[in-house]
């Protein structure tokens, strides 16, 4: 039985945590006799961190070893993206695809579901996304990026002195909506509805669903960014967490990774186990 009830959660530094290629012989010991399941994070885990979203293609070498691993145990993708958006990436028709931080879900055998109950808050969205066009339309480099239950406003590629002409614009509309809060990511700002649902609950979700019982499975979820911490803290103590890189706050993660190429030979190497 899987509960995501309060729990004591324990955080550390990034610089803390052991690299998970030091420890295999500890996560091998986890696994014994268990199979994992895999849960991943898209942007600057499957896909480096690059300037326009559009661009954070999944390579072939890393779609080749997401493949062989869903060969041998459940793999989702649990993305801030829209579903549709990220599966068009990875192109897998085997795995599991959680968009718009886990409202919006779909897998193979026509799974298909919205667990977070996020349809009332479509109609704020779509008013959010009007708003915020037409605030930072002048604002050069903003990108407003619509999902199916979240809207991300992209300043990246905004010059410092602008920025926050991005940040009151999104307090400005998030606030003026009763259905929506405010979130936050790498370089981007997010409007979500306003839910207790995040990718923590959709991981426990997916293994409930899947029937992916603790006894016969530990659940692993490798993300970069401040949502991944979610799902770190729903697996503390049932599962292993592993970020990858830093984000700007203590993680719930117990294991790092440095980068991309570093999560592409780990899952290699965990097919092989
Ligand atoms: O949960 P994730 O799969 O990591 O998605 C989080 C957000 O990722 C994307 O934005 C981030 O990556 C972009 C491409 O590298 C980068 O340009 C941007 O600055 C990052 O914030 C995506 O566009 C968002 O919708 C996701 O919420």
Request: glycine share 6%; with cysteine.
């Amino acid at each position: 039985m899987i509960t995501s009830g309060d729990k004591h959660i324990t955080r550390k530094e990034a610089a803390e945590l052991p690299s998970a290629f030091d420890k295999m012989e500890e996560l091998r010991e986890k696994l014994q006799g268990k199979k994992p399941a895999v849960f991943l994070d898209y942007d600057g885990c499957l896909s480096p961190i690059v300037k326009d979203p559009d661009k954070a293609i999944l390579t072939d070498e890393m779609r080749q070893v997401l493949q062989q691993l869903a060969e041998t145990c459940t793999v989702s993708v649990v993305s801030g993206r829209d579903r549709q958006n990220v599966k068009n990436l990875v192109q897998l028709e085997s795995l599991y695809y959680a968009g718009s931080h886990g409202f919006d879900i779909t897998g193979p055998n026509g799974m298909q579901a919205e667990p977070g109950d996020a349809h009332e808050a479509l109609v704020a969205l779509d008013t959010a996304e009007e708003e915020l066009k037409e605030r930072l339309t002048d604002v050069e480099g903003a990108l407003v990026e619509r999902k199916r239950y979240a809207i991300a406003v992209h300043y990246r590629n905004v010059e410092d002195a602008l920025v926050d002409i991005v940040q009151k614009a999104v307090d400005d509309i998030v606030n003026a909506h009763d259905g929506l809060k405010k979130g936050f990511g790498k370089k981007v700002l997010e409007l979500k509805p306003n839910l207790d649902w995040h990718k923590g609950k959709a991981v426990l979700w997916l293994m409930k669903e899947l029937g992916l019982d603790l006894d016969t499975t530990v659940p692993i979820y490798i993300g970069d960014d401040i949502t991944d911490e979610d799902a770190f803290a729903a697996l503390q103590g049932i599962g292993i967490s592993v970020l990858v890189g830093e984000h700007d706050e203590k993680t719930a993660a117990a294991y790092s990774l440095e980068d991309v190429d570093e999560v592409k030979q780990f899952l290699s190497d965990l097919s092989k186990l």
